[in-house]
């Protein structure tokens, strides 16, 4: 019995052994491959990146930081508009010169690039980890961090006791032109309002609201919705109903009057990035890629107010933690799909 004991003993040893030694060669394999993409990267040396994201807040410090890391340059081009990304990045690959490596955006642009061929398969290292919802099944983009579009009120004009909780509550008389949203043709914009009436309340139920809704005469700016949240702190609007949660957590920390509302569902839509086909620098690309998608990275879109994906960085505001209200995720091929249908909505309902 004791010559079988120290068998068993000298086998579980063995394959002890031989299972550090494949874990151990496997995250030397996994080195030498971030080593030869860091390598490669910096023989490109530079990296162009097309964002909507607020460059002071977020965009400024994710660049220094990755600069600092690798001394690779970032030319960043701010574009705040999902449809100019998909026209910058289509008509580049038709003249047969890309530009840009990397984008990032709403979900809206991927599918429209996805069909042009204008997207690079890719799926990083850093995002390993990540939920399913936030990285694409056939390796076309990954979400770095997510948007909730809530109402937003000016709390020098509308006591926080006063704020409509739901959105029934916007139909009372005293909201009558004083609402204001933004009307790009996005889930951020009045469309997505629109879909998510419908998504949560019905067809029937759904329209029969937004026709109330449609007698509050919403006042419609062709503004993104940092702007239209730029009208409310200045006063000019009580109510704005397509704003970002977390510009408006920035405005109220530098002391603007303003709050925001979790009129339920809340839309949630993700800050996707991807890589350009046949990007001028795509290892660049890839590393820089990565840089966002890791707790590095993704500890700088916290600091910013962001709503990270990473899942070992979460949110520094008390108000976002799970569970605390219902959310509505729109995801790229939900757009792709339904938008359309919204926007009809939308147009045929408001305007």
């Not at 995002?127 to 099944?137: I, L, M, Q, T, V």
């Not at 509050?216 to 970002?244: E, M, S």
């Not at 510009?247 to 530098?254: C, D, F, G, L």
Request: charged letters at 20%.
């Amino acid at each position: 019995m004791q010559t079988c004991a120290m068998s068993h003993r000298r086998t579980r040893r063995a394959i002890t052994l031989a299972t550090l030694s494949l874990l151990m060669a496997g995250t030397g394999a996994a080195h030498a491959q971030d080593a030869a993409l860091i390598e490669a990267a910096k023989r490109e040396g530079e990296l162009v990146w097309y964002t909507g994201l607020i460059v002071n807040t977020v965009v400024r410090p994710l660049i220094q930081a990755f600069e600092k890391k690798y001394g690779i340059t970032v030319h960043m081009t701010s574009v705040s508009l999902q449809s100019e990304v998909v026209l910058r990045v289509t008509n580049e690959m038709r003249a047969g010169k890309p530009v840009a490596d990397v984008i990032e955006g709403g979900g809206q642009m991927i599918p429209p690039l996805v069909r042009a061929g204008a997207l690079e398969k890719y799926s990083p290292v850093a995002a390993a980890g990540y939920a399913p919802e936030f990285k694409s099944k056939d390796g076309y983009w990954t979400i770095p961090s997510i948007n909730y579009l809530t109402a937003a009120i000016n709390t020098d004009l509308v006591r926080p006791a006063d704020a409509p909780r739901t959105f029934e509550d916007l139909l009372d008389p005293k909201w009558k032109g004083k609402m204001v949203w933004s009307v790009d043709l996005n889930t951020a914009g009045a469309p997505g309002v629109v879909g998510n009436i419908l998504q949560s309340q019905g067809q029937q139920a759904g329209m029969e609201f937004l026709r109330k809704l449609a007698r509050q005469n919403i006042v419609g700016l062709a503004i993104n919705q940092r702007a239209v949240l730029d009208q409310v702190v200045a006063g000019q609007y009580p109510l704005a109903l397509t704003t970002f949660f977390h510009h408006v957590v920035t405005s109220r920390e530098k002391g603007a009057p303003v709050q925001w509302l979790p009129l339920e569902p809340v839309i949630t839509v993700g800050n996707v990035t991807a890589i350009v086909k046949n990007a001028p620098h795509p290892n660049a690309a890839k590393l820089f890629v990565n840089f966002i998608l890791s707790e590095e990275g993704q500890m700088i879109y916290r600091e910013a107010n962001y709503v990270t994906t990473h899942p070992n960085v979460k949110s520094r505001l008390p108000e976002i933690k799970p569970g605390g209200f219902r959310t509505l995720v729109i995801s790229p091929e939900m757009s792709e799909q339904n938008l359309p249908i919204w926007t009809q909505v939308y147009k045929e309902v408001f305007l």
